[in-house]
């Protein structure tokens, strides 16, 4: 018997539907790997698991972190070790769940050495960073950190951000302190680690179909009341794909058709990246059609 079940996969791929089907069939509780699914806020839009769903089988680690909150992977990782821990008690059988692949990562190699950041720090850095668009501030890591800004995305304020409290509170680059782990918390060996990789065209279809179910669920609603919060729009929450879109729609900024275009794009594009991502720092998850992983057998 495996010791967990390490479901991944891009977005809309079926991650869910199979956990609950595992979960079912082997005495199994559906734990979040997922880095937006974590806000209470944020149920409709993240496509969690319906409160019918969470009630049938036992879900944990969703929609329990505040959006207010900057939620990490260290943050993560306490708190899935908990809870496999409890539930291997309970004897049931973890099934982590999600397409957050720096979790599934932290989970098998160790999580990095990262020195905490005094809160003083952060909240400078974040001050001086207040309305500067992330292009600008990568441009500020470059010139101090040119060795971690090589390794992110311009248009990624969150770990731009991150990489700059860490150098001002260290003096040395974040990259350096990822390249030193802890011994990792699961033996890969030990588990069943499957990435779901459905065909392409037929992924985007239903992305973009989600999308739009999720608009007639009350997505609008929910990012209305986010927004209303005026929390910092650096926050990992208000990033959520479809977010930063329809609070624009909702401030006059853009129109609903061209909002859920943007939500769409966003998340497709994001799930090329998953399979990017996977494919070259996570070898250990076996690849299979939803078909295959239907029929699967422990």
């Given at each position: 018997m495996v010791s967990a079940v390490l479901i991944a996969g891009p977005t809309a791929s079926g991650k869910s539907a199979l956990a609950i089907s595992l979960g079912s069939r082997l005495g199994g509780t559906v734990i979040n790997a997922d880095s937006m699914q974590v806000y209470r806020d944020l149920r409709v839009i993240t496509a969690r698991p319906t409160a019918e769903e969470e009630a049938a089988l036992p879900h944990r680690l969703f929609g329990h972190v505040d959006a207010a909150t900057n939620?990490?992977?260290?943050?993560?990782?306490?708190?899935?070790?908990?809870?496999?821990?409890?539930?291997?008690?309970?004897?049931?059988?973890?099934?982590?769940?999600?397409?957050?692949?720096?979790?599934?990562?932290?989970?098998?190699?160790?999580?990095?050495?990262?020195?905490?950041?005094?809160?003083?720090i952060r909240a400078r850095v974040r001050a001086q960073a207040e309305g500067l668009p992330p292009a600008v501030l990568h441009e500020r890591l470059k010139a101090l950190d040119p060795l971690t800004a090589a390794g992110l995305r311009p248009s990624d304020p969150q770990r731009i951000l991150r990489a700059l409290e860490v150098f001002e509170a260290t003096g040395q680059p974040l990259k350096s302190f990822q390249e030193k782990r802890a011994a990792p918390l699961l033996d890969a060996a030990q588990c069943r680690c499957i990435f779901l990789a459905p065909e392409r065209a037929e992924l985007f279809h239903r992305i973009d179909r989600r999308f739009d179910i999720m608009m007639e669920a009350g997505a609008?609603?929910?990012?209305?009341?986010?927004?209303?919060?005026?929390?910092?729009?650096?926050?990992?929450?208000?990033?959520?794909?479809?977010?930063?879109?329809?609070?624009?729609?909702?401030?006059?900024?853009?129109?609903?058709?061209?909002?859920?275009?943007?939500?769409?794009?966003?998340?497709?594009?994001?799930?090329?990246?998953?399979?990017?991502?996977?494919?070259?720092?996570?070898?250990?998850?076996?690849?299979?059609?939803?078909?295959?992983?239907?029929?699967?057998?422990?």
């Open positions: 939620y990490s992977t260290g943050f993560w990782i306490a708190d899935a070790i908990a809870t496999i821990k409890a539930e291997r008690a309970q004897g049931r059988l973890p099934i982590l769940c999600g397409g957050t692949g720096l979790y599934f990562k932290a989970l098998l190699r160790g999580l990095s050495d990262i020195p905490k950041v005094p809160d003083d609008l609603d929910e990012v209305k009341a986010l927004a209303a919060r005026d929390l910092d729009p650096a926050l990992p929450a208000m990033r959520a794909h479809g977010v930063p879109g329809l609070i624009a729609y909702l401030r006059g900024l853009a129109t609903r058709e061209d909002a859920v275009a943007k939500g769409k794009l966003d998340t497709r594009h994001y799930a090329k990246r998953q399979f990017t991502w996977f494919r070259h720092q996570l070898p250990e998850f076996e690849w299979m059609s939803v078909e295959a992983a239907q029929g699967l057998m422990l």
